[in-house]
């Protein structure tokens, strides 16, 4: 058995790391417009407004904006049939705030939308990829404020409404798991009214903390309730960083420590957007941790009704969890823990582990029986130009073949496997670090971490190795 016949290839990018122009036609300021660079060593800052004299990646990016149609041509020429993009929210409401959208930013998504459509590619949208506007965080302390769920419902109607012809595939918030981080504090939760300083630096309540999650899986449940009763031709899908981790030792307090963490950090968001109710697991977690969230019967009610059709996960890399002291730590994805001695990690110190998605997608699939796609994965590397003048990234098709074969033994062992979108299919600004160094991409953009660089796009060598991984349905590795 291998991969299904109409087995969706394609790639992933998000608006803020990849479209630049985040002033332009009336577009407002995002989390990430106000977030500065950084390195894997020195983390990226949040500033409460653009300060002279700092570099913003997100500003210019790789001018996506203005680059779409060459762009997209490229990815068909690879052969995609999907491409996961996302809407930055700000274009279309410029503080998430007004009661009328930019039709500027609306009629941008439209022609990109009809772009992929030239080419038989079907976009895949995520509505919220760590794009707050930050109007609604000065407002409200982003999530934190329960007015945001409907700031969120008005833009997802209008760009349901307005691109219901052509996107099909969506999913609510990227990463929405990612909340339960420090990272994803800023990143995703936005509660950072009147913080400047590192990315991963504020500190909030447990309380304050799952209160802006619970708004987040109320926004994303009373979406796709709607998105199912208006537009009946529409698939809806959660968005989960799988964060797969394993007891370091045998040890049974390992083996329980690592259920609890896998149960906050990898399951407890798509329980409820799955099965649409809060896990009883949590009960506990909250009590212990000093977080009321007093839902209502009305809340539970939504949950119940707007659960999701299809799962989807970003997946890196794996760590360990131990109660055992003298472990070594290492980074990762939003979180990092213990040192994996079976496995090798890349410059950014994530573990690379091809089995953990075998493992990961069973376990998935045997907890929700739902067809699933991977909509993020790939390796974060240093791209050095050959003396040829090209990029012969070897190692990075090594990540990418392990790794699709290692979801091919996973639809071999059962699992309903819908598509794969790697990550930074063309490449863009890290996330975590805002670093142009670190590059997912088939196509190599000239765009450097000074902010240099004429923006020129050329295919690596796994270009090619991709367009026929496509070519013969994950065949031909
Ligand atoms: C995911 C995010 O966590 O990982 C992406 O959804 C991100 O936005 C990707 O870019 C890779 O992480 P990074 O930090 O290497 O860009």
């Not at 279309?92 to 009328?100: A, L, V």
């Not at 990234?393 to 496997?417: P, Q, T």
């Amino acid at each position: 058995m291998s991969f299904r016949k109409d087995f969706l290839w394609g790639g992933a990018c998000a608006a803020n790391q990849f479209e630049g122009a985040w002033d332009v036609d009336g577009k407002g300021v995002s989390v990430p417009d106000l977030c500065t660079n950084g390195t894997k060593d020195c983390p990226k800052s949040i500033t409460t407004k653009v300060e002279p004299g700092r570099l913003y990646p997100s500003h210019e990016a790789i001018d996506f904006y203005h680059h779409y149609k060459e762009d997209i041509a490229l990815f068909a020429e690879m052969g995609f049939k999907v491409f996961r993009t996302s809407i930055n929210w700000t274009r279309i409401f410029p503080t998430g705030i007004e009661e009328k959208p930019n039709e500027a930013g609306l009629q941008f998504y439209e022609n990109v939308f009809k772009e992929c459509q030239k080419y038989g590619i079907e976009p895949l949208v995520t509505l919220s990829h760590y794009e707050l506007p930050y109007g609604l965080v000065e407002a409200y302390n982003g999530w934190a404020g329960e007015e945001v769920i409907g700031h969120f419902e008005r833009y997802c109607h209008v760009v349901f409404e307005r691109y219901q012809h052509l996107v099909k595939y969506w999913l609510t918030f990227n990463e929405i798991n990612g909340g339960t981080t420090q990272l994803g504090t800023t990143l995703s939760l936005g509660t950072v009214k009147g913080y400047s300083g590192p990315v991963n630096g504020i500190q909030i309540t447990p309380q304050l903390r799952y209160t802006a999650l619970h708004h987040q899986l109320v926004a994303s449940a009373k979406v796709v309730a709607y998105a199912h009763a208006h537009y009946p031709q529409f698939q809806l899908g959660d968005m989960n960083v799988f964060l797969t981790a394993y007891p370091l030792t045998c040890d049974p307090k390992d083996i329980l420590a690592t259920q609890q963490h896998n149960n906050v950090l990898n399951w407890f968001c798509s329980d409820v957007q799955i099965r649409g109710a809060y896990p009883s697991y949590m009960d506990r977690y909250f009590r212990e941790n000093g977080i009321d969230l007093q839902i209502t019967e009305e809340e539970k009610e939504i949950l119940k009704k707007g659960t999701v059709d299809f799962y989807t996960c970003s997946y890196y890399m794996s760590t360990c969890i131990t109660t055992h002291e003298n472990s070594e730590e290492v980074a990762g994805n939003l979180a990092g823990g213990a040192k994996n001695p079976y496995l090798t990690a890349s410059e950014w110190g994530w573990q690379i582990d091809p089995d953990g998605l075998r493992y990961t997608l069973n376990e998935i699939y045997e907890r929700y029986q739902l067809p699933i796609m991977v909509v993020e994965n790939g390796l974060g590397a240093r791209d050095e130009k050959g003396a040829d003048g090209h990029v012969h990234d070897s190692y990075r098709i090594d990540y990418l073949r392990k790794h699709i074969e290692a979801m091919r033994e996973a639809a071999e062992d059962g699992v309903d496997l819908m598509g794969y979108t790697p990550w930074g299919c063309i490449d863009l600004v890290s996330a975590s670090t805002g670093e142009m160094a670190k590059r997912y991409g088939f196509i190599y953009v000239n765009k450097f971490d000074n902010g240099t660089g004429d923006l020129s796009r050329e295919k690596k060598d796994s270009f090619d190795w991709y367009q026929k991984v496509i070519r013969t349905n994950g065949e031909d590795l």
